[in-house]
């Protein structure tokens, strides 16, 4: 899944970065308010992080703006520390959730990952799809109750399939959720993928519809 991160602070932004990628997640950093709303508008992010003091423009406008154009992304908001008017603010404008600064970013990740589990409208951190089993906490997945030797590309990849199952995914979605910018590979590159995944998890957990993309079918 794919994050965008909003702060200009680049150490904070940075320290955040590193721990949602290495909880399984393509993140783009993003350093200014503007950007933020251009980008929060065109791209498909999964989910925001937003922190609310920023140049150009600032987080509750940019947060409004998105809300006001019908962007439904959920978002994270990061607040100033004692600063409740700004976390009564942000919930007003369409937040999800909200983080004082300074926090552990291992509690970002959890929340993080909260609202992602809840605008999906799962409820625990175990994405179930037939015999497969994935948990999004421990990045750990098994087939028929026995462990799967995923890469990270593969587990990044099988957990949108699982966390959008019973719905078509293209390879571009997929393409565009699964790798960072920087490295963006051609469709074979996902053809490849899905037939390595297919081989760990057997033929027909991964369907394709031809000329459309793939599907996982829920339970
Ligand atoms: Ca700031």
Redesign the pocket.
């Known amino acids: 899944m794919r994050l965008m991160v909003v ?3 680049r150490a ?1 932004a940075e320290d955040v970065s590193a721990a949602l990628t290495r909880a399984g997640y393509v993140v783009d950093c993003v350093h200014d308010g503007e950007e933020a709303w251009f980008r929060g508008e065109t791209e498909g992010y999964d989910g925001i992080v937003l ?5 150009k423009m600032d ?1 509750l406008t940019v947060l409004k703006r998105l809300r006001a154009a019908g962007v439904t992304i959920p978002v994270l908001v ?1 607040t100033a520390r004692g600063a409740w008017m700004e976390r009564v603010a942000g919930i007003d404008a369409g937040a999800d959730d909200y983080l004082p600064k300074p926090f552990h970013t291992e509690e970002l990740v959890a929340r993080m990952g909260a609202i992602l589990r809840r605008s999906a409208g799962h409820t625990t951190p175990m994405l179930t799809a037939g015999q497969l089993d994935i948990d999004t906490r421990r990045m750990l997945a098994h087939f028929d109750g026995k462990p799967l030797v995923l890469t990270p590309l593969e587990f990044r990849a099988l957990r949108y399939l699982v966390h959008h199952k019973s719905r078509v995914v293209s390879q571009g979605e997929l393409t565009e959720h699964v790798y960072a910018h920087e490295s963006e590979p051609d469709s074979n590159v996902i053809e490849v993928l899905v037939g390595r995944l297919r081989r760990k998890l057997g033929a027909d957990v991964i369907t394709t519809r031809r000329g459309y993309g793939y599907i996982v079918d829920g339970p």
């Open positions: 702060e200009d602070e904070i922190d609310l003091g920023l140049p987080g990061l």
